[in-house]
């Protein structure tokens, strides 16, 4: 079993910056991808950002260039730096857990609100 824990959400204007962290615990070795899930208001749950064991990254198209995942394999982290922020990035975010053939390990989620 494994378990997930974001922090760092949180309320920011447009234009700023917030990071966002996963820690993760249990027997993350069955993990083999990491991601970040946005789940706007009325909306459904969507993948922004993913990053492999072997340490290759994807985005989704609204957050390219300015959304970066990373990992710190030290202390079972990952992080999610969100740079120059719009109204359209709020949402639940959620740190998840891919163990084949699935998106099977999910955090309770934390809330991002970007408005002036």
């Known amino acids: 079993q494994v378990s997930l824990v974001e922090s760092g959400g949180g309320l920011v204007k447009p234009g700023g910056s917030l990071r966002l962290s996963c820690a993760a615990s249990?027997?993350?070795?069955?993990?083999?991808?990491m991601g970040w899930y946005r789940q706007a208001p009325g909306k459904e749950r969507k993948l922004v950002a993913v990053?492999?064991?072997?340490?290759?990254?994807n985005y989704a198209y609204s957050v390219r260039g300015r959304f970066t995942i990373s990992r710190d394999n030290a202390d079972n982290t990952v992080y999610l730096q969100m740079n120059s922020l719009k109204s359209e990035d709020t949402g639940v975010y959620y740190c998840?857990?891919?163990?084949?053939?699935?998106?099977?390990?999910w955090g309770q989620g934390t809330q991002v609100t970007v408005s002036s």
């Open positions: 998840s857990g891919y163990e084949s053939p699935t998106w099977l390990y």
């Open positions: 990053i492999t064991s072997a340490n290759t990254t």
């Open positions: 249990g027997n993350i070795a069955s993990i083999s991808a």
